[in-house]
C-alpha cells in the first residue's frame, strides 16, 4: 500500500470529526433561551416593577423600627401634609382671591419644608414615608380639581379648616405621646404653624374670598 492511500482514509475521518464539531456549535448558538418570569434590567421581575401593593409593604417594612404610636402618627402626618401641598398647587393654578392665593403659597412653602424635615428625619432613622397622596386625600384633591371659580375657593377653604383642625388634633397627641424623642419635637416644633394657619383660615372666612386679581 502507498503512502497516499494511507492518507487518504485519515483525511476523511479529519474531515468528518470538524464537521461534527461544527454542527454542534451550530446547535448551541441557535438554541432557544429558556421561558420562565420575565426579568426587568435591574434583576427583578417585571411583575414587582409594576406590582404597587408590593412596594407598599417594602415601605412599611422599613418603618419597623418605629413603635405603633410612632408609625400611625409619622404615616398620617405624611399624608396630610401632602394634601396640604398638592391641594394648595391646586388652588394657586384656580384661585382670582388674593386671599386664597395668599394662603395657598404658604401652605406649599411652610408644608413643603415640613413635610421635607419629616421625611428626613425619619430616613436617618433607617424609615421611608409615603411618597404620594392616597385614599381619601387623593379622592380630595381629585374632587378640587373639578372645581372652578367661587366653588372651589370655598370648597378649597373649607377642605383646609378640616384637615387643620385634623392636624393640630394629630400633632398635639404626638408632642405628648410619641415615644422618639426626635419625632415628638418635630411635632411641637411644627404647632404653632398649624395653629396660625387655622387662625388665618378663620380670617379668610370670615372676610370672604371676593378680592380677586386681573385675569
Known amino acids: 500500500m502507498t503512502q497516499r492511500s494511507l492518507l487518504l482514509p485519515l483525511l476523511g475521518i479529519a474531515l468528518c470529526a470538524c464537521r461534527g464539531n461544527r454542527d454542534r456549535d451550530d446547535d448551541y448558538a441557535y438554541r432557544p433561551a429558556p421561558t420562565g418570569t420575565p426579568t426587568s434590567t ?28 410612632d408609625r400611625d402618627f409619622l404615616m398620617k402626618a405624611a399624608q396630610g401634609g401632602m394634601f396640604e401641598v398638592e391641594s394648595s398647587r391646586v388652588a394657586l393654578m384656580k384661585t382670582t382671591s388674593n386671599p386664597v392665593r395668599d394662603f395657598a403659597n404658604m401652605m406649599v412653602n411652610d408644608h413643603g419644608r415640613a413635610n421635607q424635615e419629616l421625611a428626613q428625619l425619619v430616613t436617618n432613622k433607617g424609615g421611608m414615608l409615603p411618597q404620594q397622596l392616597e ?19 370655598r ?20 408632642a405628648r405621646n410619641v415615644q422618639d424623642e426626635d419625632i415628638r419635637s418635630f411635632a411641637s416644633r411644627t404647632l404653632p404653624t398649624l395653629r396660625k394657619h387655622r387662625e388665618q383660615l378663620d380670617t379668610i372666612r370670615q372676610g370672604g374670598t371676593s378680592s380677586t386679581t386681573p385675569r
Open 42 to 69: 435591574s434583576g427583578t421581575t417585571t411583575e414587582n416593577d409594576t406590582n404597587e401593593p408590593v412596594a407598599r409593604e417594602a415601605s412599611a417594612g422599613r418603618m419597623d423600627s418605629f413603635s405603633a404610636t
Open 135 to 153: 385614599g381619601e386625600h387623593q379622592r380630595d384633591v381629585d374632587h378640587l380639581r373639578r372645581l372652578d371659580g367661587a366653588e372651589f375657593e
Open 155 to 174: 370648597e378649597y377653604v373649607s377642605a383646609q379648616i378640616s384637615a387643620h383642625d385634623d392636624a393640630i388634633r394629630l400633632f398635639d397627641q404626638a
